[in-house]
């Protein structure tokens, strides 16, 4: 079956640096997706991964490790604006997307 | 219209009654897509279009209809809602290209009691 799997929650400092990480099952794999989604509101894209390796864009990096089935998300300088939930999504063999239930952080001032 | 918009944003529903969510697009995407957001689960995929004039089922499509006669338009229909339905509904849209990023109309908001 396909799976993605996230933590729940998780709680970080502002101005600090947080992981979130992702495991993913799926039939077929072409890429790794990560949105952001604030409370009440719509999903908005953040990364898209389909290669091994590290993304920079800003206070954010995404990582994948394709052998490994593993993804993370990488968090710096917290602000207080971070405080979300962070979706992660795995492309399967349909070009359909698998996604987690996602992990909401908070952050603490 | 820029990006997405959907209709209604929020809507209570007696059980039985038919509903029909709306949703259009003015980025001239091919691909569109509907799914259901509940809490503890991930979005799920109710029906997508790929181009207009063809629809497929995703995931959770029993009790939905959809329809895409047209770039632009692409309404999610309950024929007879059940309280199971309550849920936040997406619709989304990308240009096509298989990889390509999905984007996010601002959600219906449905209670079925």
């Known amino acids: 079956g396909q799976n993605i799997d996230q933590p729940t929650e998780m709680t970080a400092t502002e101005g600090a640096i947080v992981q979130i990480n992702c495991t993913y099952q799926?039939?077929?794999?072409?890429?790794l997706f990560w949105y952001q989604q604030h409370a009440g509101e719509a999903p908005t894209f953040l990364s898209y991964n389909v290669l091994d390796g590290l993304e920079e864009k800003g206070r954010f990096s995404s990582f994948l490790s394709r052998s490994k089935g593993y993804s993370y998300l990488l968090l710096k300088e917290l602000q207080m604006k971070d405080s979300a939930s962070y979706l992660c999504a795995g492309l399967d063999s349909n070009y359909q997307l698998i996604w987690g239930a996602g992990t909401k952080l908070i952050i603490k001032p | 219209i820029a990006g997405i918009t959907q209709a209604p944003t929020s809507q209570i529903l007696a059980a039985g009654r038919r509903m029909t969510l709306r949703c259009t697009q003015d980025?001239?995407?091919?691909?569109m897509y509907w799914y259901r957001q509940d809490l503890g689960l991930g979005l799920r995929l109710i029906h997508y279009?790929?181009?207009?004039?063809?629809?497929g089922k995703g995931e959770v499509p029993d009790g939905y209809s959809v329809s895409r006669a047209n770039t632009d338009d692409f309404p999610l229909t309950l024929a007879s809602a059940v309280p199971s339905q309550t849920s936040v509904y997406f619709c989304?849209?990308?240009?096509?290209?298989?990889?390509?990023?999905?984007?996010f109309g601002p959600g219906t908001r449905l209670t079925v009691l």
């Open positions: 279009s790929n181009t207009a004039g063809t629809t």
């Open positions: 980025m001239r995407h091919n691909a």
């Open positions: 989304a849209s990308k240009t096509g290209a298989d990889t390509d990023t999905q984007y």
């Open positions: 799926t039939s077929g794999f072409n890429g």
